[in-house]
T-cell receptor, first 114, second 113 residues
């Protein structure tokens, strides 16, 4: 069973701190990974995608991928209360493109305290 | 540019009834996927359509079905509703099967009583 695992949290950080969200995956064939943010009662919003080993930065967000360790992470710098949400990690199932092949973790709930 | 549009936003149905949900993808997007989200199971893939053809299907019973029209709009149908079908149903679109970057609609909250 191919899986994406996340710590459910809640992860609580003070405002201005760095929030670190982690995800592991079991399918070594997975090539593409995504982070979604989901506010309570809302739908998931794509915030980062990463396809190759290393870091990818976009504003306050940095995604990191380590395929050897089958590990994906999301760092949020200068965390704001508005970042409080559930963060979903998704990986491609590993046999080619198609969004139907995405496997989602169950999400990590982040709480940023003012 | 308009996002993914799902209708209706909320539905209340009784057991045994059937329901049809609609999804209009982002303009130019031709791939549409459907997901069921529940607190216990998280996001579960239902099926994916591209060019009016179902390309992938998740592990859901045959009561769950879908289709895609020539304008890329998609519908999903659930027949003989069960209490356990209560969930948030999400539609996501992408440009095509070569692209796994998916954008979600606001979802349809289905409650079965």
């Amino acid at each position: 069973q191919k899986e994406v695992e996340q710590n459910s949290g809640p992860l609580s950080v003070p405002e201005g701190a760095i929030a670190s969200l982690n995800c592991t995956y079991s399918d070594r064939g997975s090539q593409s990974f995504f982070w979604y943010r989901q506010y309570s009662g809302k739908s998931p919003e794509l915030i980062m995608s990463i396809y190759s080993n290393g870091d990818k930065e976009d504003g306050r967000f940095t995604a990191q991928l380590n395929k050897a360790s089958q590990y994906v992470s999301l760092l949020i710098r200068d965390s704001q209360p508005s970042d409080s949400a559930t963060y979903l990690c998704a990986g491609e199932r590993g046999y080619g493109g198609s969004q139907g092949n995405l496997i989602f973790g169950k999400g990590t709930k982040l709480s940023v305290k003012p | 540019k308009a996002g993914v549009t799902q209708t209706p936003r909320y539905l209340i149905k009784t057991r045994g009834q059937q329901v049809t949900l609609s999804c209009s993808p982002i303009s130019g997007h031709r791939s549409v996927s459907w997901y069921q989200q529940t607190p216990g199971q998280g996001l579960q893939f239902l099926f994916e359509y591209f060019s009016e053809t179902q390309r992938n299907k998740g592990n859901f019973p045959g009561r769950f079905s879908g289709r895609q029209f020539s304008n890329s709009r998609s519908e999903m149908n659930v027949s003989t509703l069960e209490l356990g079908d209560s969930a948030l149903y999400l539609c996501a679109s992408s440009t095509g099967p070569e692209n796994t970057e998916a954008f979600f609609g606001q979802g349809t909250r289905l409650t079965v009583v």
